[in-house]
């Protein structure tokens, strides 16, 4: 479930990222349960009867998309103000306007939140709506003191923000872990940062609640970030962001902090991928000010990993270099294997075919290196395989020859099973390799077909050869003459393939192989 969390005891801090890596490829997963609980209490809104249900049902969905999705939680507070006529008590209406505020503070909109607060009845709120009433001040006034351009005014949130903390605190059971919060915000605030961790730490390595988790190791972090200690704030970064994606919050902020400290320290790839993933959540919440945080710093990552990938370009070059090398030290190979064998005609068609499929693998490599490195070790590899094969062959055929065992020989020479084998073996790599790099390519390409049309491998079988078709088209290989050169088809097969796949499109057909290609 996404509301448990596992303890911080024992884990290191590279652990922890390789976690936070895993559950960011993942959050998909995480947003789906977050989607089933949503479409839960849709379910039971629709079965409620009396308007005090109702309320209560739309209450906990906004609660469930406040930092998920802000359109959503207005569709739902708007649903909570519809109902107030039927419901007996201003307390109902102060609620919802509260509720307004919460979601105008993540949009960024903090003049229109104020304009709100200040309208409120101080003297007609009491109870839980006070504590959000406080909740809310200080809240919005930490997001303005964060955005603050002159010095002067920022100092002017800051005190607000911490008349506010100790009104709220006034509000919460110290045996709450909000009072623990709190008061360690206020401790970081003011210097006091030993006291602070002595307060948070216990209950922080012991958390095992996600939403409890997010806010505790947040303001432990600051804690450390108070006393310069870059490694246990990157810990507890980390597992705040670990539990800020695993309870598919979108409105966050740990992973924002992490991803610069990550980037100072020279890991430009996982930044990059911190950075896209905050981005693309605070889009998708339409929380404003986390996209303006976001975008200060995306420029700075971006550029280290453009350049990054720019020498990881100049590095391939080189490798193609060295393999075309190696390609033609095999075609000298062969050239000796023909002189040594000058009657085996027979021989020389099969070697050249060999020879070609190389060539073949050779463009491929060329060709795909910018998407993934992880082919130039492949094949690299798969050239050293088929020199020791040809040379074991060359052997093996001049050893009959030397022999005079001719029967033999031709019979070694007509016979086309190398290659077949060799093809079979070759498909077999390309499939686990392919998959390797996009594990989930057969499930997202059928989801660009109709249900009825989508296509399943059998048993025993990675790639079927139209999805082998269209994973090459992944690779940026569109041309189908190349395509039909690889797979050993001809030219019209490819062409009836490729039409007959993008006539059982969902969509627009003529975008289908567009769509194919952004496949992640």
């Known amino acids: 479930m996404a509301g448990t969390f596992v303890s911080a005891i024992g884990q290191d801090n590279a652990a922890l990222l390789r976690q936070l890596d895993v559950i960011i490829r993942e959050r998909s997963k995480y947003d789906r349960e977050k989607e089933n609980r949503l479409n839960d209490y849709k379910n039971n809104l629709s079965h409620a009867v009396s308007d005090s249900a109702r309320f209560n049902i739309c209450d906990s969905l906004y609660k469930e998309y406040l930092v998920y999705q802000t359109d959503s939680a207005l569709k739902y507070i708007d649903a909570k103000a519809s109902l107030l006529p039927g419901l007996d008590g201003n307390n109902f209406r102060i609620e919802v306007e509260l509720n307004y505020v919460n979601v105008l503070i993540i949009i960024g909109m903090y003049k229109e939140a104020i304009d709100i607060l200040e309208k409120l009845p101080y003297n007609d709120i009491s109870g839980e709506l006070k504590r959000l009433y406080f909740h ?30 100790d009104s709220l605190l006034s509000t919460l059971a110290p045996e709450s ?95 990059y991928d911190y950075i896209k993933c905050a981005l693309e959540d605070a ?59 000058r009657k085996l005609a027979s021989a020389r068609r099969a070697i050249d075919e060999t020879n070609r499929q190389l060539q073949a693998l050779n463009r491929t490599l060329t060709e795909t290196n910018v998407i993934k490195e992880e082919y130039i070790a492949k094949y690299i590899s798969r050239c050293s395989v088929y020199i020791d094969k040809m040379d074991k062959y060359r052997k093996n055929l001049s050893k009959l020859a030397t022999n005079s065992k001719i029967d033999e020989l031709f019979k070694v020479i007509k016979s086309d099973k190398l290659i077949e084998d060799e093809r079979r073996e070759f498909y077999k790599e390309f499939d686990r390799t392919f998959l390797g790099l996009f594990p989930d390519f057969v499930f997202a390409f059928n989801n660009l077909l109709r249900e009825d049309e989508r296509i399943y491998t059998k048993n025993g079988e990675l790639l079927n050869t139209e999805l082998r078709i269209f994973a090459l088209i992944r690779l940026g290989i569109t041309d189908s003459a190349r395509i039909a050169e690889f797979l050993q088809y001809s030219l019209t097969t490819i062409y009836n393939y490729r039409s007959k796949i993008r006539n059982r499109a969902v969509g627009d057909k003529n975008t289908f192989e567009t769509e194919v290609m952004n496949i992640k």
């Open 283 to 341: 889009t998708f919440c339409n929380a404003r000010s986390r996209a303006i945080e976001a975008t200060k710093i995306y420029p700075l990552i971006d550029n280290a990993y453009q350049l990054k990938n720019k020498r990881r370009r100049h590095l391939i070059g080189t490798l193609m270099t060295v393999l075309s090398v190696l390609a033609l030290c095999l075609g000298v190979t062969v050239l000796y294997i023909y002189r040594q064998i």
């Open 136 to 165: 809310c001040y200080r809240t919005l006034y930490g997001h303005m003191s964060n955005h603050a351009v002159m010095e002067e005014t920022r100092q002017k949130y800051v005190f607000m923000t911490d008349i506010y903390r």
């Open 177 to 271: 872990s909000d009072y623990v919060i709190n008061t360690c915000d206020r401790l970081n605030n003011r210097g006091r940062y030993d006291e602070a961790i002595a307060g948070l730490k216990n209950m922080t390595d012991t958390c095992t609640n996600s939403e409890r988790m997010r806010f505790l190791a947040y303001t432990l972090s600051e804690s450390y970030r108070g006393k310069n200690d870059a490694e246990n704030r990157k810990r507890y970064l980390t597992l705040s962001a670990i539990a800020d994606l695993k309870y598919s919050v979108k409105e966050y902020k740990s992973l924002l902090e992490l991803t610069y400290l990550i980037y100072e320290i020279g890991d430009i790839n996982r930044a």
